[in-house]
């Protein structure tokens, strides 16, 4: 069995306060439980690590000193800013594996992640800290895992290098694929424009056609998809495009297409309040069938078993 629960769905940056109570406020971290393996595996270090590290204080420590591993999309501030806030980092005895996109920039994995724990950014030093931290960068293919856990990776559309996670273990699977857009053609597409390039321009749309579709093989037949959906259609259209995220209707086109059992919309846009999810709600979640997926927009605290 795999646990999943939500500590932060929210994108881009922290919004606590009145109107983002129900759906939450603090940005990207997920927790995956392995119960009959006493295994506990975490994706991205956004603001909502601090209360998942609160919790494995009360929760996990009493039996034991901590071991984890912290799986990272990409390295933007929102999916990292919480890495300093990580309780069990300050106990000696605690082991935490970070693994993430290797880079193409000379900075390490270690110096973005561990780097905010400088002082010039913060009162205390990750030499400081009692926890055992071993960084190891991935790229795109297939780990065995151990304990019968397989993990699959795949680069997705951002300004930066990111990775979705395909986990399988026994019969279920379990997909992310966040912070993502569709892939589109770089190249010139008019004929009119003086740039254009036939051969360019049908290579280009080639080549994006290929990666939209090597993504949905990837989240192919998944049982939980947590996708990015950070816009709607028209907003993705009126000049969001480029900025990394998807709009809700592609998320959902994309799972129907891949056959997937259960939809997570996740990486909420700040500005949307609990009243205008609860309005895109009405519109767009529902509750599966045989054919459809389930499909409805992650909150924090919530938990799902597969």
């Known amino acids: 069995m795999m646990k999943i629960k939500f500590w932060g769905v929210r994108g881009s940056i922290p919004c606590p306060g009145p109107l983002t109570m129900k759906y939450g406020g603090n940005t990207a971290c997920i927790e995956l439980r392995f119960p009959e393996l006493n295994r506990l595996i975490i994706i991205d270090a956004g603001s909502g690590l601090r209360e998942l590290g609160n919790y494995m204080m009360a929760h996990d420590l009493p039996n034991g000193p901590i071991k984890t591993e912290i799986y990272l999309t990409h390295t933007h501030w929102d999916h990292i800013m919480g890495f300093p806030f990580f309780t069990p980092l300050y106990i000696p005895g605690t082991k935490v594996k970070v693994c993430g996109p290797v880079s193409y920039e000379k900075d390490t994995l270690e110096k973005i992640v561990g780097g905010q724990l400088t002082y010039r950014y913060f009162p205390v030093r990750e030499v400081e800290l009692g926890a055992e931290i071993k960084y190891f960068p991935l790229k795109e293919g297939s780990l065995d895992l151990g304990d019968g856990i397989k993990l699959t990776t795949k680069y997705l559309n951002h300004p930066i290098l990111c990775l979705g996670y395909r986990?399988?273990?026994?019969?279920?699977?379990?997909?992310?694929?966040?912070?993502?857009?569709?892939?589109?053609?770089?190249?010139?597409?008019?004929?009119?424009?003086?740039?254009?390039?036939?051969?360019?321009?049908?290579?280009?749309?080639?080549?994006?056609?290929?990666?939209n579709q090597a993504v949905e093989n990837f989240i192919a037949g998944a049982d939980l998809l947590i996708h990015d959906s950070q816009y709607t259609a028209a907003e993705y259209a009126a000049g969001k495009q480029g900025w990394g995220h998807s709009s809700i209707e592609f998320a959902i086109a994309q799972a129907k297409r891949a056959k997937v059992k259960s939809l997570a919309l996740f990486h909420h846009e700040p500005i949307r309040t609990d009243d205008q999810y609860d309005a895109l709600a009405d519109i767009y979640c529902q509750d599966g069938s045989a054919d459809e997926p389930r499909i409805f927009f992650a909150r924090e605290g919530m938990e799902i078993e597969l």
């Open 167 to 211: 986990f399988e273990y026994k019969d279920k699977v379990f997909c992310t694929a966040y912070d993502t857009e569709p892939f589109a053609n770089v190249f010139v597409s008019d004929p009119q424009d003086p740039a254009y390039d036939e051969m360019m321009a049908e290579e280009g749309a080639q080549v994006a056609a290929e990666q």
